[in-house]
């Protein structure tokens, strides 16, 4: 499903080179639940834009779906985020001129389907996070846990391989956080990938393995036999 | 299909981020609508005096050849019967000719005295020189054969001598001479004495002895139709040059040569006319240049967004080059429609001519189009080149 082989991301930084990434290789298997743990500047972003595909290695490979992609060209990239990749930001990141349904048809539009596709498709989606009743409503009209159910609505609607959660419940108060956190099990239940971001160990204590990244190294790898029992706590 | 679908949604988007910042997008389009107003205009302006000025040249006929000999010696003149000989051995160039001599007569009704323009001609004047006459008719054949002395009056003398009666059937004294009077000239100016109107027009024939004068100096000719004008004014150089044995002596002129150098100078002053108000166009573009450089800003997040969940590099693009060649469209068609507007209300406030130039409407809508795409590209280009992570990252 995703395979790192020894990435290294550097940034340069005026005089100096930023190792963000100094050779991390980590292989998530299909129905996998993995949280990638770590404290700020410890490379966990930057590790999100090589799985996400917004970004290439400086070296190694990245293989999504068995399709390398460090030689990717940017468009091609677009494409590849768009069928395989479902995002959940922690901001949201929701367009505030459009509509619930309009936001979840975007990655459609991107896609090339018609409107009675996407429309049918975006539906589907809201359905299943539960907010079909609030279709017309504007982000600035939903709680923040509404928009980042509209936001993972979005993230579902284009059937993707994985789906990326860059700490989903960082900006929601904790009853919310849960809500999005039970959606999160319930989408690995029914058979999607869930790859989590977060710095908070409680969170990553909920997924089936723990990856924790410090200092552009992944230091520790390991499974978490009962993450079903605590999340049902 | 695929594509039509997207740029479908890029339009649908555009007019929603359009009809977004409503205030904004209308202080844009200002400037494209001032610009093509003022093409839409000027041209019109332009177009209408054009017209105008034209039309005005074009009622003396525009297939009519004026020859003028100088009477300068008595070997160089043209016999009016070689030359009608010569028009009608060619047909192809030639539908009319008649003579025409002109002077001045002193005329007499009863104690009124009083001097007036004379000219002289035959029956085909009538149809050459459109003559329209208000009663009676026109000198004919039969006149000139006879040397009749008949006369054709203008509105003057009605008025003067007749007291506004109609003088047909009545007698007037030229140079001396009892004529009959057979028509009346329509009224060409105000039927004053210093008018146009103050005129009368006798048969050649008559004229060449009554004025003693023997040569006719001047000749019309009537050209087959508009097109074959040119021709027939080399044709009749050609025939005087002959005639004459130089080339000297003798002018063709045509009212199609006068209008053709009137076009020309008034084709480039509305060019002139056009090209300043183009100026006010390309400032309207450097205006939407900078309100798409100001939304690719503050939209930086939303662009990272977008490129997050699959738009590629060229969807961006679209968008906004969409947004920007509708703005400057939308503006363009507005200001059409304000020029087409308001030259009725310059022509009755400046007594100007106004005729709307639909080639000029045509080009400045694509104009506009064209420079929403040309001030647009650079900002597109700008938001489909962001690096989706740094678009993310912006506030």
């Known amino acids: ?233 | 299909m695929k594509f039509f679908a997207k740029i479908n949604q890029s339009v649908k988007m555009a007019m929603k981020s359009i009809l977004g910042n409503k205030a904004r997008s209308a202080l844009t389009m200002l400037g494209i609508v001032i610009g093509v107003s003022s093409v839409i205009l000027l041209t019109g302006i332009g177009g209408g005096t054009t017209k105008a000025i034209t039309d005005q040249i074009s009622s003396m006929g525009t297939k009519l050849i004026t020859v003028n000999t100088n009477r300068r010696g008595s070997t160089r003149s043209v016999d009016y019967d070689d030359l009608s000989e010569y028009v009608e051995d060619n047909p192809e160039l030639f539908s009319n000719l008649c003579p025409y001599i002109s002077g001045i007569a002193q005329a007499k009704l009863g104690s009124e005295n009083f001097q007036t323009s004379l000219d002289a001609s035959d029956e085909q004047y009538e149809s050459i020189k459109n003559v329209e006459l208000i009663s009676g008719r026109f000198i004919s054949e039969f006149d000139c054969e006879n040397r009749a002395y008949v006369v054709v009056v203008g509105t003057y003398i009605q008025r003067e001598l007749f007291g506004g009666m109609n003088p047909v059937g009545e007698y007037i004294k030229l140079n001396g001479k009892q004529f009959k009077i057979i028509g009346v000239y329509d009224e060409t100016a105000d039927s004053t004495k210093n008018s146009q109107d103050n005129k009368v027009t006798i048969p050649y024939t008559t004229a060449m002895r009554f004025l003693k004068n023997k040569k006719i100096s001047t000749y019309y000719l009537e050209a087959k139709n508009e097109d074959v004008v040119d021709m027939a004014v080399s044709s009749v150089k050609s025939f005087f040059a002959r005639k004459f044995g130089s080339d000297s002596g003798f002018s063709v002129t045509s009212v199609s040569v006068i209008i053709d150098t009137m076009n020309e100078i008034l084709g480039m002053m509305t060019t002139m006319l056009a090209g300043i108000a183009a100026i006010s166009l390309i400032v309207g573009g450097i205006g939407v240049m900078n309100i798409m450089t100001v939304s690719v800003s503050e939209r930086t997040r939303e662009i990272g967004i977008r490129k997050a969940i699959g738009a590629r590099t060229t969807d961006i693009l679209m968008q906004f080059l969409i947004e920007s060649v509708l703005l400057s469209a939308i503006g363009g068609t507005i200001g059409i429609l304000v020029g087409i507007g308001l030259g009725p209300v310059v022509k009755s406030l400046l007594n100007l001519e106004f005729a709307v130039q639909m080639n000029m409407v045509i080009i400045s809508f694509a104009f506009s189009a064209a420079i929403g795409v040309f001030f647009g590209i650079a900002p597109a280009k700008k938001a489909a080149n962001l690096h989706p992570i740094d678009a993310l990252r912006a506030d």
């Open chain 1, 1 to 233: 499903m995703i395979r790192l082989e020894n990435i290294k991301k550097i940034y340069h930084m005026g005089e100096t080179d930023v190792h963000a990434l100094d050779g991390v290789s980590l292989h998530i298997k299909p129905h996998e639940f993995v949280a990638i743990i770590g404290p700020s500047g410890s490379g966990k972003s930057t590790l999100m834009n090589m799985i996400g595909c917004l970004d290439v290695p400086t070296d190694g490979e990245c293989w999504i779906d068995g399709v390398a992609v460090s030689k990717m060209r940017d468009n091609q990239l677009a494409d590849l985020r768009n069928r395989k990749i479902g995002f959940i930001f922690q901001q949201y990141n929701l367009l505030s001129k459009l509509s619930a349904i309009e936001n979840v048809e975007l990655p459609l539009i991107y896609r090339g389907l018609s409107q009675a596709e996407r429309t049918e498709l975006a539906k589907e989606a809201l359905k299943r996070v539960g907010l079909l009743d609030k279709i017309n409503h504007k982000p600035s009209e939903l709680s923040g846990g509404q928009q980042q159910r509209v936001s993972i609505a979005r993230a579902l609607s284009s059937k993707p391989s994985i789906i990326l959660a860059d700490e989903p419940t960082g900006a929601l108060d904790s009853k919310s956080g849960i809500e999005i956190m039970q959606m999160l099990h319930e989408l690995h239940s029914e058979g999607n990938t869930v790859v989590l971001i977060t710095h908070d160990l409680n969170i990553a204590k909920q997924a089936e393995r723990i990856v924790t990244i410090k200092d552009g190294l992944i230091v520790s790898d390991t499974e978490n036999k009962n993450d079903r029992n605590e999340a049902s706590l």
